[in-house]
């Protein structure tokens, strides 16, 4: 069974200032989709980027990046311009590949506040 | 990204009796999925709502206990039966299309159970 590790249940940042939340993952598959939302207090969870295995590019998106280590089984989220809407819960997810493998496994989250 | 809703956003509701949740989406598509989020908790997936036969449960939930129906490929309900207080948790439904690996989510379900 996969696992999805999360090291920091909270971070702080100041706004326009840059920070990494951490993701470890354990699997046995070579093949799979890394992902991380956001929920803000609002509750919903929203796609904020997401990565598949297969490609070494990291995937970015604005001023959202990932730095994703396969070997090392680790995916971790830079927030670059820190802006106060980005404070919510982050959550780093996995998804397997194979036939039937649609379920998401979460990590336990990372809080991050930005401070003004 | 298909547009999802909710009903009810949130609710109150008193030990043993049962609500019903439902998930609409703006297009049609593939996968329905119902999670569940408890107090402070990540989320963890209920089952998998199947158009047409029964869902698809994860180790420890069953269907008395939470019935789901997806009666098209655009609608799906979930009913938390007979509710004590530790089904008080945030619901939600995500969405994904057959050759797509991201799953969206809905704006979820608070449910308080007094």
């Known amino acids: 069974a996969q696992t999805v590790t999360q090291s920091q249940p909270e971070m702080s940042v100041q706004e326009a200032e840059t920070v990494t939340l951490s993701c470890t993952y354990d699997?046995?598959?070579?093949?799979?989709?890394l992902f991380w939302y956001k929920q803000p207090p609002s509750r919903q969870m929203i796609l904020v980027i997401r990565q598949e295995a297969y490609k070494q590019q990291n995937a970015t998106e604005n001023r959202f990046s990932v730095n994703f280590q396969k070997a090392a089984k680790s995916f971790s989220l830079k927030i670059s311009d820190s802006q106060l809407g980005d404070a919510a819960m982050y959550f780093c997810?996995?998804?397997?590949?194979?036939?039937?493998?649609?379920?998401?496994?979460f990590g336990k989250g990372t809080k991050l506040s930005v401070i003004p | 990204s298909a547009v999802i809703s909710q009903k009810p956003s949130r609710d109150i509701c008193q030990r043993g009796t049962s609500l019903t949740i439902q998930c609409q989406v703006d297009?049609?598509?593939?996968?329905m999925f119902w999670y569940r989020q408890q107090p402070g908790q990540s989320l963890t997936l209920i089952a998998t709502?199947?158009?047409?036969?029964?869902?698809?449960?994860e180790s420890g939930f069953v269907i008395d206990k939470f019935p789901i129906s997806r009666p098209n490929l655009t609608f799906s309900t979930l009913t938390v039966s007979n509710m004590s207080p530790e089904d008080s948790s945030i619901y939600l439904c995500?969405?994904?299309?057959?050759?797509?690996?991201?799953?969206?989510f809905g704006p979820g379900t608070r449910l308080t159970v007094l």
């Open positions: 709502a199947n158009q047409g036969s029964e869902a698809t449960y």
């Open positions: 699997t046995s598959e070579s093949d799979y989709y």
């Open positions: 297009s049609q598509v593939t996968m």
């Open positions: 997810a996995f998804r397997g590949s194979g036939a039937g493998s649609y379920q998401l496994t």
């Open positions: 995500s969405v994904a299309g057959y050759h797509t690996d991201t799953q969206y």
